[in-house]
């Protein structure tokens, strides 16, 4: 049986391509989805964008 508890994070990204560049902040929620038996697994249960920069 699994047990889901969840945290939140604030991640902030910078893409940086061969002539592009694009910064993006993202909030993602994280679970534990593991039992109490087994090694601790968690895993990203929902991403929101909050900023997304024009591509320079």
Do not use: C, N, W
């Amino acid at each position: 049986m699994s047990r889901v508890e969840g945290q939140s994070i604030i991640s902030v990204g910078i893409d940086i391509g061969t002539s592009t560049t694009k910064f993006i902040v993202s909030h993602l929620k994280y679970a534990k989805v593991s039992s109490h038996f087994s090694l601790p697994r968690y895993e990203i249960v929902e991403r929101k964008i909050v900023y997304e920069s024009p591509m320079l």
